[in-house]
């Protein structure tokens, strides 16, 4: 039996993909996680494509318009954060068919044991797991078809995505494996920053959520300035003073919160947080928090309220956007069929 030839290693040029899915509104997670971080790779001058991944968020229901006006708002969002859309390719992910192509092939290579142990479906289905989509399990495969289908090398995220990116490096490696190619990059998570993890407001040991039904639970980028001001002071906290070192906060989940929150939205590190409020009370440094956390977002808020006057607008950045992206797709896809073993003979 003859042996494939060894893959030769074609060089995979640093390229940025990242998500969001238009389930909802923008929180202080998805900026601090998520956003922030984004314009940050744009500003480095790296390649970098940002999707609003609709098809994920219909993994649970949607109502169609509410999800219409949460994918416009989230594009809103995303350009008011600074992500421009000449440096940046933006687009809504239904609108380039290759990531369905690719999510399809990728069902075929993921095996149901991998996806079994996926936390975000068993956190997601909970004691429901015969009742939720079929989509919400295959989740991650599509996923990995939205970096996979650009070849993306770094994917910018918030830590509850490591799990799903740790299965899209399976997903590429057993994919390289089983056809003797070295086709997919294996891709890097790039997790970084003082809040990679914001938790809820109201209870420090559970993740910011758009979907927590609590709206005092997190910050909206819609919220304006006493809003946000409102909810930081009611934020949950205990009664002890701050400490002067982040040891020091090891057993305080919601001051540790406060902290992190603060240190990502003046670009400092914890520590040197510490630093400066070593013993101060909650009331001190709450409202010390409410005017940086008012002061950074209120800018966005505006400009989101301004672009979503006019949605035609959006509408058409994202179509440019689309227009883009699946000029870097199609041909990625087209190769995975012909590598699959596909007949690709259609008359156009
Ligand atoms: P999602 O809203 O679940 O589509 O998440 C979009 C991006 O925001 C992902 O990169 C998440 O990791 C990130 N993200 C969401 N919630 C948080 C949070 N509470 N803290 C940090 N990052 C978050
Ligand atoms: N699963 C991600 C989340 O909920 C969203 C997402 C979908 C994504 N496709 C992606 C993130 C590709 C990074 C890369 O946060």
Redesign the pocket.
């Known amino acids: 039996m003859s042996l494939a030839p060894a893959p030769t290693a074609p060089q995979f040029p640093a390229r940025i993909?990242?998500?969001?899915?238009p389930s909802g509104g923008l929180t202080l997670g998805n900026y601090l996680g998520a956003l922030k971080r984004f314009v940050q790779k744009q500003d480095e001058g790296i390649e970098t494509i940002y999707?609003l991944?609709d098809m994920?968020a219909i993994t649970v229901w949607q109502d169609p318009a509410k999800l219409r006006h949460a994918t416009r708002e989230a594009a809103a969002g995303f350009i008011a954060a600074g992500i421009d859309p000449a440096r940046s390719i933006l687009f809504n992910q239904s609108q380039v068919t290759a990531h369905a192509e690719l999510g399809w092939i990728f069902n075929c290579v993921a095996r149901m044991g991998w996806m079994s142990r996926m936390t975000q479906f068993k956190d997601k289905a909970g004691k429901n797991s015969e009742n939720v989509s079929l989509g919400l399990f295959a989740?991650p495969a599509?996923?990995a078809a939205?970096?996979l289908a650009y070849k993306a090398t770094h994917?910018p995220?918030?830590e509850?995505?490591k799990q799903?990116l740790e299965l899209c490096r399976d997903i590429a490696i057993k994919f390289n494996n089983d056809y003797g190619v070295n086709f997919f990059p294996v891709v890097e998570p790039v997790i970084e920053g003082a809040a990679t993890r914001v938790m809820s407001l109201r209870d420090g040991t559970m993740k910011m959520s758009k979907s927590d039904p609590s709206d005092q639970s997190r910050i909206n980028l819609t919220d304006d300035a006493d809003t946000i001001s409102k909810k930081i002071r009611k934020a949950k906290t205990d009664s002890e003073p701050l400490p002067d070192t982040l040891d020091g906060l090891k057993d305080r989940p919601e001051a540790r919160n406060l902290v992190n929150i603060y240190a990502a939205l003046s670009d400092m590190t914890a520590a040197q947080v510490m630093t400066d409020y070593a013993g101060a009370q909650f009331g001190t440094f709450k409202p010390a928090l409410a005017d940086l956390a008012v002061a950074k977002l209120e800018p966005i808020t505006l400009e989101m309220t301004r672009l979503m006057q006019d949605p035609a607008e959006i509408d058409r950045i994202i179509g440019q956007g689309a227009a883009r992206a699946d000029a870097i797709a199609r041909p990625i896809v087209d190769e995975v069929y012909d590598i699959v073993g596909m007949i690709r003979s259609r008359v156009v």
């Open positions: 993909f990242s998500g969001i899915q999707c991944v994920h989740y599509l996923m939205d970096i994917v995220v918030g509850d995505q799903h």
